[in-house]
Structure formats: structure tokens, C-alpha cells
Nanobody, 123 residues
Framework: VQLQASGGGLVQAGGSLRLSCAASGRTFSTYAMGWFRQAPGKEREFVAAISWSGRSTYYADSVKGRPTISRDNAKNTVYLQMNSLKPEDTAVYYC?????????????????WGQGTQVTVSS
């Protein structure tokens, strides 16, 4: 599975962005998908995840209530709608694919990673 993240950019605080992650391959619908982010000088952290069917979603406590993760298996794409953005949301956002069971927050369980897309939120 190859992943291509897009949709990042510069936005003012309080604004919104929708990130997309397009996947290649016919097996996209068998993978759970996650979004992680890495801010300058910080470790990469979990943001959100969605089960292979799309029925279950998971969010980090630090962002809960602001993002919405969704997927369209017909288009091999997962989305992250980010609302009410804050300067502390500034980071490179990565999408990742997870096949095996286990915690959606657990980075090592994700087998495939996209290249990242930069989100910058100005105050």
C-alpha cells in the first residue's frame, strides 16, 4: 500500500482544513487508517483513526471534538477534517495504514506511512 497525503497549508487560528490520504492498491478497505502528527522538536503523536469499515473512529484526547476522520473505500481515500484550528496544531501530518489488531494509538502497528503534509496555523 502506498499512501499520499495532501491538503495541508497555512491557515489562521479558528480556521479549518481537510486533509486527504490517497492509497494505492486493491486492499485499502482491509486496513484501518490513522492520522499522526509531528510538531517541531516533538515526537510524533496519534491524532485519529478509523476502522477498516469506517464504523469505528478514535481520537486523541488532545484534539477530541475538533477533527473528524472519515474514509471512502470506493475512492481509496481517508480524510481528516480539522476544525477550530489552533497554533499548537501546527505540525506535519502523516497518514498510516494498520492491518493487524491492536491499539489504534500504537504507532508500531501501522505498516505503511505517507510522506506527510505540513499544517501551519497562525495566531
Amino acid at each position: 500500500v502506498q499512501l499520499q497525503a495532501s491538503g495541508g497549508g497555512l491557515v489562521q487560528a479558528g480556521g479549518s482544513l481537510r486533509l486527504s490520504c490517497a492509497a494505492s492498491g486493491r486492499t485499502f478497505s482491509t486496513y484501518a487508517m490513522g492520522w499522526f502528527r509531528q510538531a517541531p522538536g516533538k515526537e510524533r503523536e496519534f491524532v485519529a483513526a478509523i476502522s477498516w469499515s469506517g464504523r469505528s473512529t478514535y481520537y486523541a484526547d488532545s484534539v477530541k471534538g475538533r477533527p473528524t476522520i472519515s474514509r471512502d473505500n470506493a475512492k481509496n481515500t481517508v480524510y481528516l477534517q480539522m476544525n477550530s484550528l489552533k497554533p499548537e496544531d501546527t505540525a506535519v501530518y502523516y497518514c498510516a495504514a494498520k492491518y493487524y489488531s491492536g491499539s489504534y494509538h500504537d504507532e508500531p502497528l501501522y505498516s505503511y506511512w505517507g510522506q506527510g503534509t505540513q499544517v501551519t496555523v497562525s495566531s
